[in-house]
Nanobody, 126 residues
Framework: QVQLVESGGGLVQAGGSLRLSCAASKLTLESYSIAWFRQSPGKEREFVSAIRWTDGDTYYGDSVRGRFTMSRDNAKDTVYLQMHSLKPEDTAVYYC???????????????????WGQGTQVTVSS
């Protein structure tokens, strides 16, 4: 059974940094496009970033571009989301998701993804 497991969330002050990890089992991450989404109470699930499996290109949502960086370690079947200059509005549960799609327009939609992790809470205090 495919499993994605996020880790690295926690409580951090505004301006701080965190690195989230998404580890896969029964799935070779280098053959899947991986995305990060986030969701806070009462809000829709929001696209954060994605990495395309064919060429490693990365894409970011407007609210995180320039502050967050996504990377992939194929040897470890793990994807990372390095988050800097965190803001209180970054507070959310962060999910990683996997799919074979290569089209960024589709990757920005959470409905595209077949496999999901359980999420990790990120809380940024002001």
């Amino acid at each position: 059974q495919v499993q994605l497991v996020e880790s690295g969330g926690g409580l951090v002050q505004a301006g701080g940094s965190l690195r989230l990890s998404c580890a896969a089992s029964k799935l070779t991450l280098e053959s899947y496009s991986i995305a990060w989404f986030r969701q806070s109470p009462g809000k829709e699930r929001e696209f954060v970033s994605a990495i395309r499996w064919t060429d490693g290109d990365t894409y970011y949502g407007d609210s995180v571009r320039g502050r967050f960086t996504m990377s992939r370690d194929n040897a470890k079947d793990t994807v990372y989301l390095q988050m800097h200059s965190l803001k209180p509005e970054d507070t959310a549960v962060y999910y990683c998701a996997a799919d074979r799609t290569i089209f960024i327009s589709i990757m920005k939609k959470w409905q595209t993804f077949d496999y999901w992790g359980q999420g990790t809470q990120v809380t940024v205090s002001s």
